[in-house]
């Protein structure tokens, strides 16, 4: 058994697929129109074959209140591993993105929280 799909809801998935490439880095796997929504998947480009996280619209209301119960919390909805945290840092923030604090050290790893633009908090680490 193995981990292959991961979701995170986003409130726009256009705007979702526009940071998670543009400002992360990802690169879509899926995208597929289903109605409505789209059927969006991205990947990190060094393992393109690897897990793909899914970019799921926000179309069930329960889910909506879940998304503002986590942020609320800063209860980070992903993390990603990155191997230099303060120069992903000083990038992302020199992109826009708004972080909630500046990366700290928690036991072996070093971790910092953003916003995703989309109703999410995320994390990145560096263990």
């Known amino acids: ?3 292959q799909l991961s979701t995170v809801m986003v409130q726009d998935q256009q705007k979702a697929l526009e940071f998670y ?5 990802f690169v879509v796997k899926h995208d597929i129109p289903m109605g409505e929504y ?3 998947t991205v990947v990190s480009p060094e393992t393109e074959n690897g897990p793909e996280l899914v970019l799921e619209p926000m179309a069930f209301e329960p889910a909506k209140v879940y ?6 919390a800063g209860i ?3 993390a990603f591993v990155v191997a230099d945290i303060e120069a ?4 992302m923030q020199d992109l ?3 972080f909630k604090g500046k990366p700290e050290k928690f036991g072996p790893v ?15 680490f560096q263990p």
């Open 67 to 72: 998304q503002k119960a986590l942020f609320d």
């Open 88 to 91: 992903e840092y000083k990038r």
């Open 1 to 3: 058994m193995k981990i």
């Open 21 to 25: 490439t543009q400002i992360l880095g």
């Open 38 to 40: 789209r059927w969006l």
């Open 96 to 98: 826009g993105v708004v």
């Open 110 to 124: 070093t971790l910092v929280r953003f916003e995703d633009t989309c109703g999410n908090l995320l994390q990145i």
């Open 76 to 78: 980070p909805a992903n």
